[in-house]
């Protein structure tokens, strides 16, 4: 599977935006999906994941409330809807692929390009 990440841009302190990653193949409903960020100067994180039938989340405490991750198999779709979006969530935010609810990036198999987020104060 290829995964190809959108829906980045800039918003003010507050707002809300929602991330999409498109992803090829007929296997997208065997992966369970994540996204992850990384911040200027510091490494990637992770942000949330999903079980293969979405019916499973994790979430980082820091976006625990504010972010939701959901994926639609019929569409081969992962996103994330981000709200009350603070300067500290300024990163390039990454879709990843893999075979079990981790967080670790090691952990991940697959990764796409990353859009870039910026929230302005």
């Known amino acids: 599977v290829q995964l190809q990440a959108s829906g980045g841009g800039l918003v003010q302190a507050g707002g809300s935006l929602r991330l999409s990653c498109a992803a090829s193949g007929r296997t997208f409903s065997t992966y369970v999906m994540a996204w992850f960020r990384r911040a200027p100067g510091k490494e990637r994180e992770f942000v949330a994941a999903s079980s293969r039938s979405g019916g499973d989340t994790s979430y980082a405490d820091s976006v625990k409330g504010r972010f939701t991750i959901s994926r639609d198999n019929a569409k081969n779709a992962v996103y994330l809807q981000m709200n009350s979006l603070k300067p500290e969530d300024t990163a390039v935010y990454y879709c990843?692929?893999?075979?079990?609810?981790?967080?670790?990036?090691?952990?991940?198999?697959?990764w796409g390009r990353g859009t870039l987020v910026t929230v302005s104060s």
């Open positions: 990843a692929a893999g075979k079990y609810l981790a967080r670790p990036t090691t952990a991940w198999d697959i």
